[in-house]
């Protein structure tokens, strides 16, 4: 404790600083919200003043009521310029805007690589820049972002390897890379973000690759799209442990093998989708997956009897075996199906 005589010399320059407190936080926070503002007028002239940036343009008012931006207590913290028909590169300066959460650059004309100054976003949260001319790799070090839940990349051109930082994103629970030109490897890792729902990396060269049975860690993916991707080896059997599965999709590649029974027995899965593969065997006898409305497995080496199971999908709208090696009778089952409105069974060994 301060002795009384002490404290009566302190007093007034603590009331001091009591009152002036306020204006020199405020005059803090307005340098930096000029400095923010100044930021935004720097990447308009970068990117040549678009026209959908028009408003973006200094006065009385503030930049936080420009379209596209978002403030909280006056700090930047999302920029939504999707289909702004930007030209040009994110430029590393865009890092001065340290509060960033979320970013979605998605459907503009953006050029260069990945985006050095994300690096520094160390808040984000959402990052979208797909639909845009991106080319290169993804960073190693991509978790420095370890906050990040949400990563869209769909539809640019990155190539090279999907890196193995990847997997220390905790909190992802979206990643999209489909539609890119990925020619290298994708990483075991994957397997690690016990939070991702969802995971597309469809329509890419990567060099031929095993789906890793690491995957089937993935507890919480509802959805699973790596179609067209050049995939070899098995469909690893342990894959019905992915108990949330709704949507799988691993058609147009080059898997062989057999269909795991435990795929059957998914509860929650609508879409199946196995066409365009190497599949032998025959299909799973025992059918649970009462939910699947859409099964596609044509153009395979699928052999034996179409399963009698099948014709407790009361769900089932689509049903693709053609191109196989199918062969026995349609079990009577299938013709009761009430949903059933497509059913392609041609080019098998079916009898009658
Ligand atoms: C401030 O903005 C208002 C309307 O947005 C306008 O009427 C006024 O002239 C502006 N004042 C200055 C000093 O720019
Ligand atoms: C923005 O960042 C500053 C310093 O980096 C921090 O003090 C402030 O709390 C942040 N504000 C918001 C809304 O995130
Ligand atoms: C970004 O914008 C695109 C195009 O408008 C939209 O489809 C997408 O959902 C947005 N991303 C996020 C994370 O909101
Ligand atoms: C998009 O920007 C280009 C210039 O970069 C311009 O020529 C074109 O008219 C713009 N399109 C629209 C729809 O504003
Ligand atoms: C990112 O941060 C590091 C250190 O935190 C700094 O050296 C570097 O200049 C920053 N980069 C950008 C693009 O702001
Ligand atoms: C990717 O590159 C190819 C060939 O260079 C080009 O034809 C294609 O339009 C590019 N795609 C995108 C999304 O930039
Ligand atoms: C992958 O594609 C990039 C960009 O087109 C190219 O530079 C690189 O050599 C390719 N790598 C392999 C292994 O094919
Ligand atoms: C079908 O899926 C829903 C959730 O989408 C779930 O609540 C329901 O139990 C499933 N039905 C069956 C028969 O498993
Ligand atoms: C299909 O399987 C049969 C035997 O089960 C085999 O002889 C044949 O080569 C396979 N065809 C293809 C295209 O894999």
Sequence with gaps: M????????????LLLIHFLTPFLFLHANSQFHDQEQAVLIRLKQLWQNPLSLEQWTPSNSSHCTWPGVVCTD????QLILDNKNISGTIPPFLSDLKNLTFLNFSNNNIIGKFPVAVHNLSMLEILDLSQNHIVGTIPDDIDCLARLSYLNLYANNFSGNIPAAIGLLPE???????????????????????KLEELSMAHNGFSPSRLHSSFTQLKKLKMLWISRANLIGEIPQMIGEMVALEHLDLS?????????????????????????NKLSGEIPRVVEALNLTSVDLSENNLTGTIPVDLGKLDKLSGLSLFFNQLSGEIPESIGRLPALKDFKLFSNNLSR
Excluded at 2 to 13: A, F, Q, R, Y
Excluded at 74 to 77: C, E, H, L, P, S
Excluded at 252 to 265: C, D, E, Q, V
């Design 2 to 13: 301060l002795k009384p005589s002490v404290m009566s010399e302190i007093t007034p320059i």
């Design 252 to 276: 147009s590649n080059k898997l062989t093998g057999t269909i795991p029974g435990s795929l059957f027995m998914l509860m929650n899965l609508r879409v199946l989708y196995l066409h365009k």
């Design 172 to 194: 992802l629970r979206t990643l999209r890379l489909q539609d890119n030109q990925f020619n290298g490897t994708f990483p075991p890792e994957i397997g690690k973000l016990s």
């Design 74 to 77: 006056n700090y930047i913290t």
